[in-house]
Every structure is written in structure tokens, then in C-alpha cells.
């Protein structure tokens, strides 16, 4: 028995493993004409500052509908992108269409404070980021404090000194920083202080409604007070429910990201979204002028 049982687990893992491969050549190979095909979009998921009640900014969210594999999800096609380098073009893309956009937006009137945009490890890493990222801002002609990039905590612990030089260089151009999927990795207080973060964003893992428990509320409290003490503000990712809103407003964190508000849409529908609560907001205003 052993012996068919052993020759089966090899069949099994090699026929996995043959999958899992070309899984990988087809994303590659559908990810390298995807720009030059149109098949990458973003969507943009509102934010809303919880104080004021006011949208504070937006996500940009990478989008992939392939001729070939239909619509892939980022998880799974920005792993691919980084292993192959081709994240370097994407990512490019990202950072110049989403500052165009948002650019045209505040242009014609919308009330959009802010555009946090995802920035990979080997791109954060790339020697030439931070002058992208200038050229960029120059040519959308958006302004620097406008644009928030997002990175993750493995860039700060992957080279720290490298990250130290560049998230400083970045913070002279103006732009804000924040740290996505805060609380996943290993960064403590000692750690983070020395780096020139403006936000964390709590991880959705303890957000969400069925993680919702007491060991979850209670490292969502401390993510809060640590923020404070360090003076950087605090987004929370997947909030859901009302319930989850309001025990956030209780910790006092500034702004909420999440279903409840708003899925990420695409383009059409935020400019909508962004006009009709931008409209509440100027109305709000106009009543407390006069
Ligand atoms: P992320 O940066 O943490 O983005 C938040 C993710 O949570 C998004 O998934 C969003 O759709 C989802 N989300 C938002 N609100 C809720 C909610 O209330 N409930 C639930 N269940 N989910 C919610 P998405 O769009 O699939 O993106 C997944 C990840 O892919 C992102 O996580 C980010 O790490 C990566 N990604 C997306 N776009 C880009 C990009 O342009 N560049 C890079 N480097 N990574 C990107
Ligand atoms: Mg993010
Ligand atoms: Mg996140
Ligand atoms: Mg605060």
C-alpha cells in the first residue's frame, strides 16, 4: 500500500505543481501586453474621515480584466508582477493614471483631499522611485500632499536603512506615507518611530465581523493609542457594519475604508460618488459660512 500511496502523493503534487506553473507562464504572458491591450483599470474606494463625517480621500485599487483569463484579482497577478519585474511598468501605470484622474477631479471642482496609492516592495526598492515619483507629480501637475503612498512593513524591514533614506527623500517631495495591512507584520513602537510615517492602516484581519472579538478590539486599541503617541493618524481597512463604525469612532481612529462606505469603483462611479458627497460637504460648509 505504501508504495501506490507514496507513487500517488507524487503524481498529485507534480500534477499540482504543473498547474500552479502554467497558472503562472499564462499570467505572465497576459500581464505583459495588458497596458499595451487596455486591460488594466483602477477603482477607487472612498474613505471617510470619521470626525467630520467627510470623505477624506480615496484608494486607488489596480484593476485586470484579461481577454484571455478574464478578470484576475490583484492578490494574485500583483505577486506574479513583482516576481518578474513587471511591476516596475504596472506600477507606473498606477501611480501616473491615478494621479491624472484625481488631478482632472480637483480640477473641475471634487472634493478629494487625498489619493493613496500601492506601492510594492521591489518598486518602493527600485533606485529610481523617488525621481518617478517627482517626475510624476510634475507632470499630472497634482500636488504633492495630495498623493499617499501606501507601503507594507516588510519594506521597512527588508532594508531599513535603504527605506529610511528613501521614505525621507519622499517626504521632502511632499508626499504622505502610510502603512497598509498594519499589525500583520512585526514592526513595534521602537521600530516604526524612526521612520517618517504619517499613517497606519489597521489590517482588515482585525476589523472584520467574523474576527470581531475581544483580542481583536484590543489590539485595535493599542494600533490607536500607539498611532497617537507617535503623532500619526489611523485608517481602519474592511470596515463592514455599523457596529464596527461605531466602536472605531469610540477608539477615536480618523478614518474608516470599507464596504459600508463605499466598494472600490471604477472611475464613472466614484466621480459620482465623489459628487454627491462632495456636493453634502459644500453644503455643510456653505451653511456654517453664512
Ligand atoms: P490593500 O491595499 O490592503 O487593499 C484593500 C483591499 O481590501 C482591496 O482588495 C479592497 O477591495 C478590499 N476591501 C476594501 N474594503 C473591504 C471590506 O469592507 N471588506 C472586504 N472583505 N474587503 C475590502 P483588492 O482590490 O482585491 O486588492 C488586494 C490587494 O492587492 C491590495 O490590498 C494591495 O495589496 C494589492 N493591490 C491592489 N492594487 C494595487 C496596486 O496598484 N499596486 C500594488 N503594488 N498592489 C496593489
Ligand atoms: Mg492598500
Ligand atoms: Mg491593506
Ligand atoms: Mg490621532
Known amino acids: 500500500a505504501s508504495k501506490r500511496e507514496s507513487r500517488n502523493t507524487f503524481n498529485f503534487y507534480s500534477a499540482e505543481m504543473k498547474v500552479t506553473a502554467l497558472r503562472h507562464m499564462a499570467l505572465e504572458k497576459g500581464l505583459r501586453n495588458a497596458i499595451a491591450r487596455n486591460e488594466l483599470s483602477i477603482h477607487y474606494q472612498p474613505q471617510l474621515d470619521i470626525r467630520s463625517d467627510k470623505v477624506s480621500g480615496a484608494e486607488a485599487l489596480l484593476r485586470w480584466q484579461s481577454s484571455e483569463l478574464g478578470s484576475v484579482s490583484p492578490v494574485e497577478f500583483i505577486a506574479v508582477a513583482e516576481e518578474t519585474g513587471l511591476i516596475y511598468s504596472i506600477g507606473e501605470w498606477v501611480l501616473r493614471t491615478a494621479c491624472t484622474q484625481v488631478k482632472s477631479w480637483r480640477d473641475t471642482g471634487m472634493y478629494l483631499p487625498k489619493i493613496a496609492v500601492n506601492v510594492s516592495v521591489k518598486q518602493f526598492s527600485h533606485v529610481g522611485f523617488v525621481a518617478l515619483v517627482q517626475q510624476v507629480l510634475e507632470e499630472s501637475g497634482l500636488e504633492p500632499e495630495v498623493l499617499e503612498l501606501e507601503i507594507t512593513e516588510s519594506v521597512l524591514m527588508k532594508d531599513g536603512d535603504q527605506a529610511f533614506t ?50 481583536n478590539q484590543a489590539i485595535v486599541t493599542a494600533i490607536i493609542a500607539m498611532a497617537d503617541s507617535l503623532d500619526m493618524s489611523v485608517t481602519a ?54
Do not use: M, W
Open 237 to 290: 481597512e474592511g470596515v463592514e457594519t455599523k457596529g464596527q463604525l461605531d466602536f472605531l469612532k469610540l477608539q477615536q481612529c480618523d478614518d474608516v475604508q470599507g464596504f459600508l462606505l463605499s466598494r472600490p469603483l471604477p472611475v464613472q462611479n466614484a466621480g459620482d460618488f465623489l459628487l454627491s458627497h462632495g456636493k453634502a460637504a459644500n453644503d455643510a460648509k456653505d451653511s456654517s459660512d453664512t
Open 166 to 215: 528613501t521614505l525621507n527623500a519622499l517626504k521632502a517631495l511632499g508626499v504622505q506615507l502610510a502603512i497598509d495591512d498594519f499589525g500583520t507584520g512585526y514592526s513595534n513602537l521602537a521600530y516604526l518611530k524612526r521612520f517618517p510615517i504619517d499613517k497606519l492602516k489597521i489590517d482588515r484581519a482585525f476589523i472584520s465581523a467574523e474576527q470581531a472579538n475581544k483580542e
